[in-house]
């Protein structure tokens, strides 16, 4: 049976020739890994004898000669030195085989390697060779930062979600490996799972939009307004959906069992809530496919203390210049599977104590800087003008894998340096940011804790700040030109405390696993685990629409707790640049006089 049926086109002796030399040096030359600090093992002579096998053959030919060449990618990691990945994993960040579908007939079963495209041109070389390409969707990770528009704040948290991804993945593949050494003959697991927990941390945030939760959060709500609810669509579903988009997209030999594990373990912790929302997908995950302990590695919805915790709260305090007062990898090494459910030596209580108290600091001093958000609320509003002028083009791609990978955090340039007059709105808002010209915050109070059981989840609304400005003010606000930020910070579980849905072990040697109530650990540990504060944000620049709203916002709390909460008064922004004539006349006043 000829080979070469399957390309549709004449194959001429000399074609053949160079078919079968360039194929052996597919499976015997290493320079193109050389040149990117790749490893690579040399296949035996009994898979080069095999290369001109039927086309029926070719997948399990390429196939075989993949699982001989595997190739090891080594990543020098700021936060956690070097890191190996190798296997399927490779396959995701670079399709080591690159498939190519070969004439009008060729079936999937019938492909080949190839350096370039083909023509049905009779005289055109047939070249064929092994060869390497970056996955668009993966390596689009590299241009979403992992804390968004907060490096417009802090300068160094510039880090992205590639390298999260990397990361997660390091430690994903690090807790099943001290798990399976430790408990191999009782926990019903073999190295593919490991294998699939590397993989679900490796794609966890496939699905994040522009700027990261601040597409999800903030942009998708107002943009869809009533359509639009927490459960309709999350980054954790379109993270299943990409993965499967990126196999298919990139032909790689990966099962559709692999699939949908890995998918199950990337939204174990949401499931439940896309299925109450409605929510459909190819790659929806099966509850069950996996033991419960594997489930919490990744995306942990039973007391969220997972791997993408670990490497988020690390990296960022390293790239903001703050203190990490968590121990994780200690949280790792003394940390075994009991009932299906990983638990940690009690000696660790006040390091998982250590971890939320990390996070929710976090979020206090850097994910909701208020500069940052003032930012955060700019760019969305010209996300939002740019969204109208493109006929929906940013908010529709959420409903397509293909439609959403051509978005990231290069959008704000493509506006900026669009000639588009329908853009005109949204590059107004952008040019006031590069001014520095942003939201002005006014002020701020936290809510009392004795309302903190009843305060409404919508918080407060601009109306209800507008309708106490005075009557007899200068300065008329609207609802519109006002933005209120109702900010809620807790330790991952409302106002409950996390820990006590974490369970110990005494020794290595105890199959026993316990709670350990707050009040047998510290008396330093508070009582309350969940803040709720108001902010307000002016839209105009000129410092009297702040000061009007300034009052408003004093007087509302007046009417509505009886008394200001403010703990500072309003930051009052001095001119960055004087006017034309004030200039013009301290030059005049400058010149000496005859």
């Not at 699905?207 to 609810?229: A, C, I, K, M, Q």
């Given at each position: 049976?000829?080979?070469?049926?399957?390309?549709?086109?004449?194959?001429?002796?000399?074609?053949?020739?160079?078919?079968?030399?360039?194929?052996?040096?597919?499976?015997?030359?290493?320079?193109?890994?050389?040149?990117?600090?790749?490893?690579?093992?040399?296949?035996?002579?009994?898979?080069?004898?095999?290369?001109?096998?039927?086309?029926?053959?070719?997948?399990?030919?390429?196939?075989?000669?993949?699982?001989?060449?595997?190739?090891?990618?080594?990543?020098?990691?700021?936060?956690?030195?070097?890191?190996?990945?190798?296997?399927?994993?490779?396959?995701?960040?670079?399709?080591?085989?690159?498939w190519l579908k070969l004439g009008a007939r060729a079936r999937r079963g019938h492909?080949?390697?190839?350096?370039?495209?083909?023509?049905?041109?009779?005289?055109?070389?047939?070249?064929?060779?092994?060869?390497?390409?970056?996955?668009?969707?993966?390596?689009?990770?590299?241009?979403?930062?992992?804390?968004?528009l907060t490096y417009l704040v802090f300068p160094g948290a510039s880090h992205n979600?590639?390298?999260?991804?990397?990361?997660?993945?390091?430690?994903?593949?690090?807790?099943?490996?001290?798990?399976?050494?430790?408990?191999?003959?009782?926990?019903?697991?073999?190295?593919?799972?490991?294998?699939?927990?590397?993989?679900?941390?490796?794609?966890?945030?496939?699905?994040?939009?522009?700027?990261?939760?601040?597409?999800?959060?903030?942009?998708?709500?107002?943009?869809?307004?009533?359509?639009?609810?927490?459960?309709?669509?999350?980054?954790?579903?379109?993270?299943?959906?990409?993965?499967?988009?990126?196999?298919?997209?990139?032909?790689?030999?990966?099962?559709?069992?692999?699939?949908?594990?890995?998918?199950?373990?990337?939204?174990?912790?949401?499931?439940?809530?896309?299925?109450?929302?409605?929510?459909?997908?190819?790659?929806?995950?099966?509850?069950?496919?996996?033991?419960?302990?594997?489930?919490?590695?990744?995306?942990?919805?039973?007391?969220?203390?997972?791997?993408?915790?670990?490497?988020?709260?690390?990296?960022?305090?390293?790239?903001?210049?703050?203190?990490?007062?968590?121990?994780?990898?200690?949280?790792?090494?003394?940390?075994?599977?009991?009932?299906?459910?990983?638990?940690?030596?009690?000696?660790?209580?006040?390091?998982?104590?250590?971890?939320?108290?990390?996070?929710?600091?976090?979020?206090?001093?850097?994910?909701?800087?208020?500069?940052?958000?003032?930012?955060?609320?700019?760019?969305?509003?010209?996300?939002?003008?740019?969204?109208?002028?493109?006929?929906?083009?940013?908010?529709n791609a959420i409903r397509s894998p293909k439609s959403f990978q051509r978005l990231?955090?290069?959008?704000?340039?493509?506006?900026?340096?669009?000639?588009?007059?329908?853009?005109?709105?949204?590059?107004?808002?952008?040019?006031?940011?590069?001014?520095?010209?942003?939201?002005?915050?006014?002020?701020?109070?936290?809510?009392?804790?004795?309302?903190?059981?009843?305060?409404?989840?919508?918080?407060?609304?601009?109306?209800?700040?507008?309708?106490?400005?005075?009557?007899?003010?200068?300065?008329?606000?609207?609802?519109?030109?006002?933005?209120?930020?109702?900010?809620?910070?807790?330790?991952?579980?409302?106002?409950?405390?996390?820990?006590?849905?974490?369970?110990?072990?005494?020794?290595?040697?105890?199959?026993?696993?316990?709670?350990?109530?707050?009040?047998?650990?510290?008396?330093?540990?508070?009582?309350?685990?969940?803040?709720?504060?108001?902010?307000?944000?002016?839209?105009?620049?000129?410092?009297?629409?702040?000061?009007?709203?300034?009052?408003?916002?004093?007087?509302?709390?007046?009417?509505?707790?009886?008394?200001?909460?403010?703990?500072?008064?309003?930051?009052?922004?001095?001119?960055?640049?004087?006017?034309?004539?004030?200039?013009?006349?301290?030059?005049?006043?400058?010149?000496?006089?005859?």
């Amino acid at each position: 049976m000829d080979p070469f049926q399957a390309l549709d086109m004449p194959v001429s002796l000399s074609q053949r020739q160079n078919f079968m030399l360039d194929s052996s040096a597919m499976l015997t030359t290493s320079h193109s890994y050389e040149r990117r600090g790749k490893v690579r093992v040399q296949p035996s002579a009994h898979s080069r004898s095999r290369l001109l096998s039927p086309p029926a053959r070719l997948n399990s030919l390429f196939d075989s000669a993949h699982a001989r060449a595997r190739v090891v990618q080594v990543f020098n990691d700021p936060v956690h030195g070097h890191i190996y990945l190798s296997g399927m994993a490779c396959d995701i960040i670079g399709a080591s085989l690159s498939w190519l579908k070969l004439g009008a007939r060729a079936r999937r079963g019938h492909c080949l390697l190839a350096s370039r495209p083909l023509t049905r041109s009779p005289h055109s070389p047939l070249v064929l060779r092994y060869y390497h390409t970056d996955t668009p969707q993966f390596q689009r990770l590299r241009d979403l930062k992992q804390l968004g528009l907060t490096y417009l704040v802090f300068p160094g948290a510039s880090h992205n979600r590639f390298e999260h991804s990397l990361g997660t993945c390091h430690l994903a593949n690090g807790v099943f490996t001290h798990l399976y050494r430790l408990q191999k003959d009782d926990l019903g697991v073999d190295r593919m799972d490991g294998e699939v927990v590397a993989l679900a941390g490796l794609c966890h945030d496939l699905g994040h939009g522009p700027f990261s939760h601040v597409f999800d959060t903030e942009f998708l709500p107002r943009r869809l307004e009533g359509h639009y609810n927490a459960h309709m669509w999350s980054h954790e579903q379109m993270s299943a959906d990409m993965l499967k988009f990126l196999v298919d997209e990139n032909h790689l030999n990966v099962d559709e069992d692999i699939i949908k594990r890995v998918s199950d373990l990337i939204t174990s912790g949401h499931t439940a809530p896309a299925a109450a929302g409605g929510a459909s997908s190819s790659a929806t995950a099966t509850v069950g496919r996996h033991p419960q302990f594997l489930r919490d590695i990744v995306a942990n919805g039973r007391n969220s203390v997972d791997v993408d915790k670990f490497d988020y709260l690390e990296r960022d305090c390293l790239n903001c210049g703050l203190k990490n007062s968590a121990d994780f990898g200690r949280l790792i090494m003394y940390s075994k599977v009991i009932d299906d459910e990983i638990c940690y030596k009690a000696s660790e209580v006040l390091n998982l104590y250590e971890l939320f108290h990390t996070r929710a600091s976090l979020h206090q001093r850097v994910y909701t800087h208020r500069k940052a958000k003032a930012i955060e609320y700019m760019v969305v509003d010209c996300l939002l003008h740019a969204d109208v002028a493109w006929g929906g083009e940013i908010s529709n791609a959420i409903r397509s894998p293909k439609s959403f990978q051509r978005l990231d955090d290069t959008i704000l340039k493509r506006i900026e340096w669009s000639e588009d007059p329908k853009l005109r709105d949204a590059k107004t808002i952008l040019e006031r940011l590069r001014r520095r010209e942003l939201y002005r915050y006014v002020n701020e109070f936290a809510v009392p804790q004795s309302r903190l059981a009843k305060w409404p989840d919508h918080g407060v609304t601009p109306a209800d700040v507008v309708s106490c400005q005075d009557a007899k003010g200068g300065v008329q606000l609207r609802p519109e030109d006002v933005i209120v930020h109702n900010l809620k910070i807790d330790w991952t579980s409302k106002n409950k405390n996390p820990v006590d849905s974490i369970n110990f072990f005494q020794d290595y040697d105890s199959m026993e696993k316990f709670a350990i109530p707050r009040e047998k650990v510290s008396s330093l540990i508070p009582e309350t685990f969940i803040e709720r504060k108001v902010r307000v944000f002016c839209k105009r620049s000129d410092q009297e629409s702040a000061d009007a709203l300034e009052r408003a916002f004093l007087n509302f709390q007046k009417r509505d707790f009886g008394d200001s909460l403010h703990v500072h008064s309003t930051p009052v922004k001095k001119s960055r640049k004087r006017s034309l004539e004030q200039r013009l006349a301290d030059s005049v006043a400058a010149v000496p006089t005859q």
